[in-house]
């Protein structure tokens, strides 16, 4: 009798323990979360909405969360209690308690509430995206063409008459008056996803189906997102960058955007290589023979901070290892690589340079 009281206080004890390391843990997580709401806002933070639809599904996600956390604590608190009221007494005679077979009560009660629930849940659900999707397009709202290939995004203003490639620039919306941004998405070849958690919700990109959706940033920064959808090899590294910049700094970089490409006489031989070689295929650079719509529009390529969608900044030595072996940076990447000798690598890096 004694070896089996031992046991059981080593069981309690160690069950001790264990809940102490479980409340060491808590409070170091809710210390770490405090340490990180100190920061800087993440590009990613879903809870940190800067956009009209971003707020809308982040306050029915909070009241979502809510009933959630409501229903969470109705039924652990009648567990507990049911635990703790009807627990094994010392004083228990152990006959079985009276059994109680069906109750109209409970049956409806367990049965009509859920229903209610759900139907709320289906109500606000619905009205958050009837008030997205259904809202009206301002005439001053800047249109943009998304469209989704493997693994890059290329960008269209067709008003504005320009074209780049996997980073978006967007202007900031004022509340007093409202600049939306209204997008088509487009895909290429397969199914992708536009997701950029600070500006709205999920949008897929599905061949010969175009779908839409818009965003009214209020804050001036870079949002990042991802290709949401399995969409091959580098789905991982197709990635989202939206600059959202005052109108000023938009109107400017649009400027910038529609000049042709650079020419510079001294660095010729960079570009007749380019242009013997299979890159006139893929790419455009606009007032020269390169008229490729299967790769990214490369007219302003140097004045984008990242290439291959994100997946290396935007520097001479990256550039030289992409253009020498893409697939080596990433792999499965559409772009093969052309076999260049080193002066000839040296020369279409060089040309790549001067395209701002």
């Known amino acids: 009798m004694s070896d089996r009281r031992s046991v059981m206080n080593d069981r309690v004890v160690q069950s001790l323990g264990a809940w102490k390391k479980l409340v060491v843990l808590f409070g170091a997580a809710l210390t770490a979360s405090a340490q990180s709401s100190l920061r800087e806002v993440s590009p990613t933070n879903i809870f940190a909405p800067a956009s009209t639809p971003a707020h809308s599904i982040f306050d029915l996600s909070m009241f979502v969360l809510m009933v959630s956390a409501a229903i969470f604590v109705v039924v652990f608190g009648l567990l507990l209690y049911a635990v703790v009221k009807f627990r094994k ?15 109209s009560q409970l049956e409806l009660a367990w049965t009509v509430i859920p229903i209610l629930i759900v139907v709320v849940l289906f109500l606000a659900t619905a009205r958050v995206i009837a008030s997205i999707q259904d809202a009206p397009k301002p005439s001053n709202a800047i249109e943009v063409t998304v469209i ?30 409202p600049t939306p941004s209204f997008l088509t998405l487009l895909s290429a070849d397969t199914d992708h996803s536009f997701w950029v958690p600070r500006l709205g919700g999920k949008t897929d990109l599905i061949p010969n189906h175009p779908n839409s959706m818009w965003m009214d940033p209020t804050e001036p ?17 197709m990635l989202l960058r939206v600059y959202v910049q005052t109108r000023a700094d938009f109107d400017k970089w649009v400027e910038e955007q ?79 690589a052309m076999g260049l000798n080193e002066s000839e690598l040296t020369a279409v890096t060089e040309y790549m340079e001067t395209l701002r």
């Not at 152990?94 to 077979?101: D, F, I, T």
């Not at 960079?270 to 890159?279: L, N």
């Not at 984008?304 to 969608?309: A, L, V, Y």
């Open 221 to 237: 920064g870079l949002y990042l997102g991802q290709c949401a959808q399995y969409c091959g090899t580098q789905h991982a590294k």
């Open 148 to 177: 989704g290939h493997q693994f890059w995004w290329e960008y269209r203003y067709p008003s504005l008459k320009v074209v780049t490639a996997n980073e978006l620039h967007l202007p900031v919306s004022d509340p007093a008056r």
């Open 258 to 336: 529609r000049r042709p490409a650079a020419v510079n006489t001294t660095i010729s031989e960079g570009q007749r290589v380019f242009e013997k070689t299979a890159c006139v295929n893929c790419h455009t650079i606009s007032g020269t023979l390169a008229k490729g719509r299967f790769g990214p529009d490369l007219t302003h390529l140097m004045s984008r901070e990242t290439i291959g969608s994100g997946a290396l900044p935007n520097t001479p030595q990256n550039m030289r290892q992409w253009i020498q072996d893409p697939n080596f940076i990433k792999p499965g990447s559409k772009m093969p």
């Open 89 to 103: 007494q010392r004083t228990s005679d152990s006959r079985e308690p009276a059994q109680v077979y069906g109750s």
